[in-house]
């Protein structure tokens, strides 16, 4: 297997790294993997992972509920129900960020289509890119949505979108940097790049620590705070504009959570863990399992 190790931190370069702990692949294969911190910027990342040929088959499952749509078990038919109010959230969200009837959204990592389909309901144009040929079928059979394959992206004109949405999906890119150069070059000089990903400073990440269902390994390469993701916009000339708490997903992540460590009635558990999760984020956003981070290009 063709494994990437990160010699220095992928942020700052720095050389001075340090492994917090080592996690469990409890989603397909079993495999440990270590969680790593830069001592000088505070980044966390997966270290040693498959590249970028050998990793799908760490996503192929029936039970990869962004790629598959399966409602099997307690867990994933909350998550359902959740994602159908968190679904008429996101697309008010868009409204109220640029103030447009309609523009054009590119929409990357788009899983199975149901954002993607619910904006052009609103009357947008929308480029929906998923890499996975599962979810694209899916979404063909289920929304009637056409989603394009990841080389796309590179194919859309400069300058020319007005949001671009990444829900959950940039904790997994393994060209991260190269990725952050396209969204500047494609996105309109008043347009927003719509980031949502896993917050490894959370409630709920310190409440398990090497169990939290979000560290996701291997298919989650990094690990990001609000302080780190700000320094990754920074790096490729954007601006942190706002940030927005996810209170939802601290329950399934920590229903999830308890389900690894072997808990006993872990849904009832994660049920109550994510409460008390949602009740620190009442006090900060910083402490909400999952973030919405809204950046625009420096100027």
């Known amino acids: ?55 799908a088959p760490y996503y192929e499952s029936p039970a990869y509920i962004s790629h ?11 998550y359902h129900i959740v994602r159908g109010i968190m679904l ?17 959204i590119v929409d990357y990592g788009a899983g199975t289509g149901s954002f993607a389909r619910a904006m052009q309901r609103k009357g947008w ?6 890499k996975s040929g599962q979810a ?15 080389e796309e992206l590179a194919r859309i004109e400069s300058g020319s979108v007005d949001v671009l949405t990444l829900w959950h999906v940039m904790e997994h890119l393994q060209e991260i940097d190269a990725f952050w150069k396209e969204v500047h ?14 917050n490894c400073s959370s409630y709920d990440a310190g409440n398990y620590k090497e169990h939290w269902a979000a ?28 940030q927005y708490p996810m209170p939802f997903d601290g329950f399934y992540i920590s229903m999830l959570s308890e ?25 900060k956003c910083s402490a909400s399992s999952s973030i919405i981070y809204v950046f625009r290009k420096r100027r």
């Not at 294969?29 to 970028?52: A, K, L, S, W, Y």
């Not at 929304?143 to 394959?149: F, N």
């Not at 390994?217 to 942190?240: D, N, S, Y």
Request: charged share 25%; with cysteine.
């Open 259 to 283: 389900k690894n460590r072997g808990a006993r009635l872990a849904t009832l558990r994660g049920l109550w863990n994510g409460f008390l999760g949602l009740c620190a984020t009442l006090d």
């Open 136 to 150: 694209r079928e899916l979404a063909k059979e289920k929304h009637g949505i056409e989603l394009l394959p990841e």
């Open 1 to 55: 297997m063709n494994i990437i190790t990160h010699k220095n931190c992928p942020l700052c370069n720095s050389s001075s790294t340090e492994k917090r702990f080592a996690c469990k692949d409890n989603f397909a294969t079993g495999e440990m993997f270590d969680i790593v911190e830069c001592r000088d910027c505070g980044f966390v990342f997966t270290q040693n992972i498959p590249d970028e040929k050998e990793i």
């Open 68 to 78: 598959s749509d399966t409602r099997k078990g307690i867990i994933n038919t909350l």
């Open 185 to 198: 070059r494609i996105l309109d000089e008043t347009g927003i790049a719509v980031i949502a990903c896993p």
């Open 215 to 242: 560290y996701d390994v291997p298919r989650h390469l990094w690990h990001f705070t609000p302080a780190t993701i700000m320094k990754m916009g920074e790096k490729h000339g954007f601006i942190l504009e706002r």
């Open 88 to 104: 008429r959230n996101k697309v008010s969200l868009i409204k109220k960020l640029t103030l447009l009837q309609n523009g054009r």
């Open 125 to 130: 144009e929308v480029t929906a890119i998923e």
